[in-house]
């Protein structure tokens, strides 16, 4: 069985909980009245009141609990006619203000929605509203605030509290209005009017507000809504509107990714376009109404969204996040937009093949995309990617890693003489930046160059230039060859804005039944020459050994000549020798010649000026001073002997002599002495052979 509470409406027990709270104040009071004269007092908490007040048991209280309960109020000194006089009084204090007053009191969390049950007035709603706006019978627009609102009586006004909304942080919260004016047959969001977010419904009903899912949204924050016109969905309760939380959330983009919009309100998107224009001061999709006021058209978006986080109505906008274009390096993109502004042709009359379009409008782009990431609409752009860098096509069985030559084999040509044989060519080419463009504009894409372009021109090329030489002549003169197709395919890719970097011509089979010919006829031909070249092999050979033999008796001939050689030298040198020596002697002799006659004519020469000086006499006795002088001529004797006037004057002498002798033999002169006129030769040791040495005394001049 359900509880008292239970069976009661949320108003009534909003009710119930005020008047059973005056009772607790009132017992409150009536305990302290008479705490002085209890005994024992049991305090009774405000639970247990109400709970006594407002659960009663749903059986009729038995006499021993009426007697228990009568106890009780006796044991904590309270009379029970006391306590039914202070509910009594209670309830006054709460029913008389609540019913007289019409008194509502709103807690600071709470919004008051109001229910008029009827008018004095006896006026009823408009047909086809549900707000009342001028005192109508119904729910009412105007909400209460919290605090104490009087002159709502319960029996006209019936006020339910409900809680304020709170949107999180990084969440949104979608409004359903449930009146005003319907939406127009080309709309499917209701306008965004000057409301306060929703939280003034009078202003929203009076300023044009349409029923329906909302083109506005709230924010993260707390409002105060009238849930009675406003169904907000927040991210706590979408699945119960057929929404997932996410929806309900900030939408967030990659830094590397781009976003590419679909509106789903607007205008239809008009003929002949695929997207959108774009609208300014919508602030990337966020305020709707400026778009739609803008003349915004439902569907596929020129406009992207960047990496960052939006506040975006799910119900007016829908996202698809794709990758950013890149552009690798050795590549540009050429940009053709299906979407713009009207064609504008700036390629120039000389340019007849396409047109070239400014950036922002419809057609192929003049500029290209450099390399790098690009935020491009992929649904109203195709980027089409051109190498600028060597591009090699091979007419072989061999395929580049891009790929344009997948399909194209080696080319089957004819010769002059009628065979017919298989050619491998490999061309190099470039497009330049500034030329893919044009390039793209005129075929297309990069694989239509090589198919529509490449392939018949230089294949037709070979095929005609073969038919003019014989197989034999086209491969003994390849390299002009390959130089003629270069030039003419060079000139011929110049008018498609192509250049051509060079042609090769790779391998070339011809018939086998001709090359076996040639094979037999080269074979014989190179035997030949082995047996020639053999043959100068055993002709150098013999001179090999005949120059061996040589080179072997070569070191005695050296060694002869060298011999021959060194005799003529000495012989030479001993000529020269003597020849010197001749001369040597014929110059000394000739020099003192000369010495001798150059001293005769100075003496000559000096006696005669010593004569002129001097005269003869003086001149001669100065000669003669200068002989005795110069030859050490002793004019006075070492030992003077006289007689003194007695006979002892010779003995005296020779005693002399002799001591002076004495004295210079000791002394080791070997001068003349008067008793040795000549010098004495120390005596001189006789050699070991027995044969005395010669002694030579020259005389002394004197």
Known sequence: MKSFESCLPKRKQNKVVSFAASVIATLAIAGSINYASATSIKITTAKELTSTSLQPSPTKPSIAQLQTNQTRYQTAGIDPFVVICIILVGGLVKFVPVFFGGLVVIDERKVGIVVRKFSFSGRGLPAGSLIALNGEAGLQADTLAPGWHWGYWPWQYSVRKESVIVVPQGEIALIVAA???????????????????????????????????????????????????????????????????????????????????????????????????????????????????????RGLQEQILLSGSWNLNPWFVQVEQVPMTEIPIGYVGVVISFVGKAHQDVSGAAFTHGNLVNQGHKGVWVEPLYPGKHPINSRIMKIELVPTTNIVLNWSDRTERHS?????????????????????????????????????????????????????????????????????????????????????????????????????????????????????????????????????????????????????????????????????????????????????????????????????????????????????????????????????????????????GNNNGLVDGLLSLILWNQTASKNGDLTATPLHPQPIAPTQPTPENGIPPIVVNFPIDK
């Open 179 to 297: 009146d005003g004016e319907p939406n127009p047959p080309q709309r499917i969001l209701g306008k965004i009017v000057d409301c306060d977010n929703y939280q003034d419904a009078r202003k929203f009903l009076t300023q044009g507000g349409e029923k329906g899912r909302q083109m506005g949204f709230l924010t993260a924050g707390t409002y105060r809504i009238n849930t009675a016109l406003f169904k907000v969905i927040t991210a706590a309760n979408a699945t119960e509107h057929g929404m997932t939380p996410e929806q309900l959330r900030v939408y967030s983009l990659a830094s590397d990714k781009v976003g590419i919009v679909t509106t789903l309100d607007g205008l239809p998107i008009s003929d002949g376009e695929i997207a959108g224009p774009i609208i300014e001061g919508h602030n990337n999709f966020q305020n709707g109404q400026k778009f739609i006021d803008g003349g915004g058209r």
């Open 404 to 644: 344009y030559d997948a399909q194209l084999a080696s080319l089957t040509v004819r010769s002059r003489d009628g065979f017919a044989f298989d050619l491998e060519v490999a061309q190099i080419i470039h497009v330049g930046a500034l030329d893919a463009p044009k390039v793209i504009s005129r075929v297309g894409a990069m694989q239509n160059l090589v198919d529509h372009v490449l392939e018949p021109t230089i294949g037709n090329y070979f095929r005609n230039s073969a038919q003019d030489y014989t197989v034999l002549d086209f491969l003994t003169a390849r390299s002009e060859r390959q130089a003629e197709a270069a030039e003419y395919i060079k000139t011929a890719l110049r008018a498609y804005d192509v250049q051509a970097i060079d042609t090769l011509i790779g391998d070339i089979q011809p018939p086998a039944s001709l090359m076996q010919t040639q094979t037999d006829r080269k074979i014989a031909e190179e035997e030949r020459k082995t047996y020639e070249v053999q043959q100068l092999a055993q002709t150098q050979r013999q001179q090999l050994v005949r120059e061996t033999a040589l080179a072997n008796i070569q070191q005695e001939m050296v060694k002869s000549e060298q011999s021959v050689h060194i005799a003529d030298l000495k012989a030479q040198a001993q000529i020269k020798e003597a020849t010197g020596e001749a001369e040597g002697i014929k110059l000394r002799t000739i020099a003192e010649a000369e010495g001798i006659r150059a001293t005769g004519n100075a003496k000559a020469e000096t006696y005669r000026a010593g004569v002129e000086a001097l005269g003869a006499q003086g001149y001669t006795a100065m000669q003669l001073m200068q002989i005795i002088g110069d030859r050490h001529v002793r004019l006075i004797p070492d030992v003077l002997v006289g007689s003194n």
